[in-house]
Each structure stands twice: as structure tokens, then as C-alpha cells.
């Protein structure tokens, strides 16, 4: 776990470091500049769809009717509350972060005008974090069957995948902005689920006595 976190730390630390150097900056623009060319209207309003599902209007509620199935089947509460705790925190972190360095959004065709900063991608950190400890708790869970479990995790890694691609195919954001958003969401999802085991061996320990 630690190495794979500080894997993603070097890889987000990176993206910030090179994105100002103008030799990385005009690859930034290449990719935002080959999306934009291969436009349509149909893929458009594809990707419309697909980038809404990253956005808090499905977030939230797929959240709130998981949380309360998952509630009603199974009484994992601390589950539910550390699902609480990932989709606040890593949004406020998001926020945080294009404040710390406040990169300014593609200037070219977007298709759809954003506000705030551009680095890292909101999108993309949000849905790694929170669709990725949905993914987690499912698997723990829900699923038993190693098939099942596949298809859920391959399910989950290509949603992910497409919501932040359709970041850079919207024209806003640079393709940087899109790695180190899922680079940070999985950091924090890597925090979060190591430190559930953590508290419930605190809490198992505690009943003993």
C-alpha cells in the first residue's frame, strides 16, 4: 500500500512540475487539439452524458440510495460513514489543490464553459475516490464471486476511465490535469481503505472489555 501510494504522489508531483515547461505544456496541447478534431455530435453528446455521471447531480444520489441499500442488506456502518467522509473530503481537497495552483482551464473550442482552476481535474479525482470506494465496499461486501468481482472492478476502472477522458474531449482540461486528478483520488481512496481495518480492530479489541 505504501509503495503504490507514494507511486501515485511521484506521479502527481510530476504532472505538477511539468506542466508549466513549455516542451510538456505544447503535448498538453496536442492531446486537447486531437480530441477537439475528432468532435461529433453524436460522440458529444456522449460524452455529455458521461461526464454528468462524475458530477456531484449523479454522485450524490447514487451515494445516498447505495448507502441506503447497503445499510438495509448488510449494517456496515462504518463503511457508510468512511463513504460519508471520502465524498466531502475529496472534494474540499479538489478545491484546495487548483487553489494551490491555480492553472488556468484550455483556452480553445470547449464545448461547454467550466469555472475554477483546471489542475487536477475535479471530475477525475472526485470519481476515482468515490466510485472507487463504492467499487471497494461492493467487493468486500456484495460479491462473492471471483467473476463477479472482475466485472464489477474492470466496470468500475472503465467508467472512471471515461468520465475523465471526456474531461479533456469537452476541452476543460489538459490531459495532466486528468492524471494527477485520478493519481490524487487514489490516494485518498488508499488512505481511506487502509485505515477501515485499522478502526475496526480498534473497536474489536475494545468490546473484548
Excluded at 464545448?111 to 483546471?118: K, L, R, T
Excluded at 487536477?120 to 470506494?133: C, E, R, V
Amino acid at each position: 500500500m505504501l509503495f503504490r501510494f507514494l507511486t501515485l504522489l511521484f506521479v502527481f508531483c510530476l504532472c505538477a512540475l511539468i506542466y508549466p515547461i513549455e516542451f510538456f505544456y505544447q503535448w498538453d496541447v496536442k492531446v486537447t487539439l486531437f480530441f477537439e478534431e475528432i468532435r461529433h455530435p453524436i460522440l458529444t453528446t456522449i460524452f455529455m452524458f458521461i461526464t454528468d455521471i462524475g458530477s456531484i447531480k449523479y454522485t450524490l444520489p447514487i451515494c445516498i440510495v447505495f448507502a441506503c441499500f447497503f445499510y438495509y442488506k448488510k449494517r456496515k456502518l462504518l463503511d457508510l460513514v468512511m463513504l460519508t467522509v471520502i465524498f466531502f473530503t475529496v472534494r474540499q481537497l479538489n478545491g484546495l489543490l487548483k487553489n494551490l495552483f491555480v492553472r488556468d482551464r484550455p483556452s480553445f473550442e470547449y464545448v461547454y464553459e467550466e469555472s475554477h482552476y483546471s489542475f487536477p481535474s475535479g471530475h477525475a479525482m472526485n470519481t476515482t475516490a468515490i466510485y472507487g470506494f463504492l467499487c471497494f465496499i461492493t467487493l468486500n461486501h456484495l460479491i462473492k464471486s471471483g467473476k463477479q468481482k472482475s466485472i464489477v472492478l474492470v466496470s468500475t476502472i472503465i467508467l472512471i476511465g471515461l468520465i475523465s477522458i471526456s474531461r479533456v474531449y469537452l476541452g476543460v482540461h489538459f490531459i495532466t490535469d486528468v492524471i494527477a486528478g485520478i493519481s490524487a483520488g487514489l490516494m485518498l481512496l488508499i488512505v481511506i481503505t487502509s485505515i477501515i481495518p485499522k478502526i475496526r480492530l480498534f473497536f474489536d479489541k475494545n468490546r473484548r472489555y
